[in-house]
C-alpha cells in the first residue's frame, strides 16, 4: 500500500510528484501501471487527489490528453 507523508507540505509535494510520474506513465501508453499505482494507495483520498491533479496537469499541458485521461478513468470504473 502506498502511503503519504503526514504533513501538508510535504503531502502536497507528494502528490504532485505522484501526479506527474503517473500523467507521464499516462501519455506514455503505460496505462496499466497508472491504474495499478492508483489502486495501491491506502487512502482513497489521496488517490482521489492525485487523479485530480493528473487531470488538472492534462488540462493545463493542451495537448488534448484530457479527454483521453477522462475516458480511461471512467472506463477504468
Sequence with gaps: ????PIGCKARYDEIERIGYELLDQFINGNRSH????????EDPKAMLAVAAF????ARRSG???QTDLIDFF???A
Design 1 to 4: 500500500m502506498r502511503e503519504l
Design 34 to 41: 497508472v491504474l495499478t499505482e492508483l489502486m495501491d494507495f
Design 54 to 57: 493528473m487531470l488538472m496537469e
Design 63 to 65: 495537448l488534448g490528453i
Design 74 to 76: 471512467m472506463e477504468s
